[in-house]
């Protein structure tokens, strides 16, 4: 297994954000992390990415230990795009990219930082102060940034959250080829559900900090009797039989 | 310690202020407003009372330090600050940069923030009022060296005050420099204060440095274990600043602030 969690526990004073969940996800392989706000799924996140300490627990990386290896050297494989997070507003596309370059050691970063752009069709705006684009395009920023050390791992929240449906396709679209062709394992935590069965291989269903379900969307669709994904999540996050 | 990450983030501080005319001008105009108003009063003090004669050199000297201090510690909670505001905290703690190596580019960049508002000030006292800091000889890079550390280590314990309050915190920093003034003892011998306060006070290096720098303006002498007291009390509340940030820092990690913090 490229990552294992085991027994993740994170409390806050006497409230259990993640309560004892334990999965695995395979090398190269997308994970959908679903449930309803609240549920855990951005503090599971931030304990992936060493910004919170759990409180129980085990990550382990490509068999490293989050908390007793050299955080630097597995963070140095990792990265997060999420819209909730931005990168400096006063600095151009270019500039940051750069600077984020460097941060993660890229080598040969200037063809790196044109090869993503072209890919990502940012190149237009690469001289443009972050803060002036449109959301369509922070997001496809956002993404180059978080593909500029070419991450073994890459942990993805909502990348589509508030972009109209034609960009939303272009960043699904671009995931799943980025996907195919470079060995990326990704954890993607979203609220649309054509979204997570256009991606995921697997998904995790989060509730109250508890993972109340797993498999393929098709297995997990077909377990609780409904249509599609969608129906099942609104099945699954009123109901309270299911902790 | 990786030099190319401590460049990269020192960069990323370059470029902000080269993109932005306003943030030159704001770095170099209180400096400046700083010198013209204790110049002007010196000068009328020095005109109006035989009591206060000779002391715009004094006065003007003192002033131009403080400000060396005051930016110091600005630039190095501004440019902490300047992550906050653009909501930038987690792309910045979640690249496999270190501690050590933010700490030391953030002391790094500082430098340049605050020279660059310190340098035109300085010039500009020299022909409008017959004042050069550089009167004070090979000292003065001591006295900068004590003042730098110890205006860092103050940018570091309002940083970790941003760590573990958020950003409701930065009121503190823009006053947390008022707060050590009255006992640092910049304008006045240390002898003015209250002797309770006095015994804080000597706990301060600034207390020495501008000790020290009247010694050597006033009495033309060097009192070189004056000076070694004042960087040696600098780097201890440096390494005391470090590890403050680094408690905040651990404490942010247990409270999961770092994932969200921003305006």
Redesign the interface.
């Known amino acids: 297994m490229y990552i294992q969690i085991k027994n993740l526990t ?1 409390k ?1 004073k006497n409230n259990f ?1 993640v309560n004892k969940i334990s999965f695995d996800i395979e090398k190269n392989k997308t994970v959908g992390l679903l449930g309803p706000n609240g549920c855990g799924k ?2 599971s996140i ?1 304990m992936l ?5 759990p409180s129980e627990g085990e990550i382990i990386i490509n068999n490293k230990n989050l908390q007793s290896y050299k ?3 597995l ?2 494989e ?3 795009a ?1 819209p ?9 596309v270019k ?1 940051n990219l ?3 370059g ?4 890229v080598e040969n970063l200037n063809s790196r930082i044109n090869e993503i752009s072209a890919d990502l069709d940012i190149k237009s705006f690469f001289e443009k ?1 972050t ?1 002036e684009l449109s959301s369509g395009q922070k997001n496809r920023v956002s993404l180059a ?1 978080s593909l500029i050390n070419k991450p073994k791992i890459l942990l993805l929240d909502e990348p589509t959250a508030s972009l109209d449906p034609d960009i939303g396709d272009f960043i699904r679209s671009y995931i799943q080829e980025y996907r195919s062709k470079n060995q990326v394992t990704i954890l993607l935590a979203s609220h649309n559900m054509n979204e997570v069965e256009r991606l995921c291989n697997s998904i995790i269903m989060m509730k109250e900090g508890k993972i109340i379900d797993r498999g393929t969307c098709s297995q997990i669709i077909k377990r609780h009797g409904r249509n599609n994904l969608e129906e099942t999540f609104l099945k699954l996050a009123r109901s309270k039989d299911e902790l | 310690m990786n030099f190319n990450k401590i460049y990269a983030l020192g960069l990323r501080h370059l470029y902000l202020i080269s993109n932005s005319f306003p943030r030159v001008l704001d770095l170099i105009y209180w400096p400046t407003v700083q010198i013209f108003l204790w110049g002007f009063i010196s000068k009328f003090f020095t005109l109006s009372s035989d009591y206060y004669s000779n002391t715009i050199g004094i006065i003007l000297t003192a002033a131009i330090l403080y400000d060396f201090l005051f930016r110091a510690s600005i630039s190095f909670n501004m440019m902490f600050l300047e992550e906050i505001w653009s909501r930038n905290f987690t792309n910045l703690f979640i690249a496999p940069i270190k501690i050590s190596e933010i700490i030391t580019s953030l002391t790094i960049t500082a430098v340049l923030r605050t020279l660059i508002g310190l340098i035109p000030a300085s010039i500009l006292a020299v022909p409008l009022f017959g004042v050069s800091i550089f009167e004070l000889g090979l000292p003065l890079l001591f006295l900068l060296i004590a003042l730098y550390l110890f205006g860092i280590s103050l940018g570091l314990l309002v940083a970790s005050g941003l760590l573990r309050f958020g950003p409701s915190f930065e009121n503190i920093a823009w006053a947390s420099l008022f707060f050590f003034a009255p006992l640092g003892c910049i304008y006045y011998p240390i002898e003015i204060l209250p002797y309770a306060l006095q015994i804080i006070a000597k706990g301060l290096p600034l207390v020495h440095i501008f000790e020290e720098m009247r010694n050597i303006l006033i009495n033309d002498l060097i009192n070189y274990s004056d000076i070694i007291k004042a960087i040696s009390m600098s780097i201890v509340y440096f390494i005391f600043g470090v590890i403050i940030f680094n408690i905040s820092y651990s404490g942010a990690r247990q409270r999961g602030t770092l994932i969200n913090m921003g305006e």
Request: hydrophobic share 35%.
């Open positions: 994170k806050f954000a951005t503090t931030g990415l060493g910004l919170i300490e955080r630097n050297e963070l140095a990792i990265n997060f999420s909730y997070i931005e990168l400096p507003k006063k600095l151009t500039q750069e600077v984020y460097r941060l993660y050691g102060n803060g940034k």
